[in-house]
């Protein structure tokens, strides 16, 4: 008898072992897979709580200079306003435990948000769908972006490659 009840704690010890190791496994991939929840969630708190920029202007000799002092990296800011993508201004945000620049540019009446920080990303433009937003991953020059919106993934797209193509990335 003393035998089968110390059997069956190992079993259930056991059990709520790997229990356990899935939770920490699902929640916390080493690929980033909460990456992109908090960047959508980034994304929606920036336009619900009134706060979506910190300097706002479409002037980059203003967004640029704003973010010294405040993280450990220069992001580039780039006018777009030509092709149809006005910079709105910037803001501080907090994605995997650090601040992060978020450049916020607009769409006609939509809102992208740019998120940047240091680390290695593809240089090739990943794209994604999450809760109704389109997703785009790049990376150059030890810098990693990510923009997100509720424009047309080809808007996308189209802001991906005229960012990258006007900062020389």
Not at 57 to 70: A, Y
Not at 74 to 89: F, H, M, S, T
Not at 147 to 155: F, G
């Amino acid at each position: 008898r003393r035998r089968f009840a110390s059997e069956a704690w190992i079993a259930g010890g056991s059990m709520a072992a790997l229990a356990a190791s899935l939770v920490l496994f699902v929640v916390a991939s080493p690929n980033g897979a909460g990456l992109p929840a908090e960047l959508v969630e980034g994304h929606v708190r920036s336009l619900q709580a009134r706060h979506l920029v910190d300097v706002e202007t479409s002037d980059r000799h203003v967004v640029k200079p704003w973010f010294n002092g405040k993280i450990d990296f220069a992001p580039p800011v780039i006018d777009l306003a030509d092709r149809g993508y006005p910079l709105a201004g910037g803001r501080l945000d907090y994605l995997e435990n650090r601040a992060v620049a978020a450049l916020v540019y607009r769409r006609r009446a939509h809102v992208i948000n740019l998120f940047v920080w240091p680390g290695a990303s593809p240089p090739a433009p990943t794209f994604q769908r999450r809760e109704g937003y389109a997703l785009i991953r790049w990376g150059r020059g030890g810098l990693t972006y990510w923009a997100v919106s509720d424009i047309d993934p080809a808007d996308l797209a189209a802001f991906q490659k005229a960012f990258a193509a006007r900062a020389g990335l």
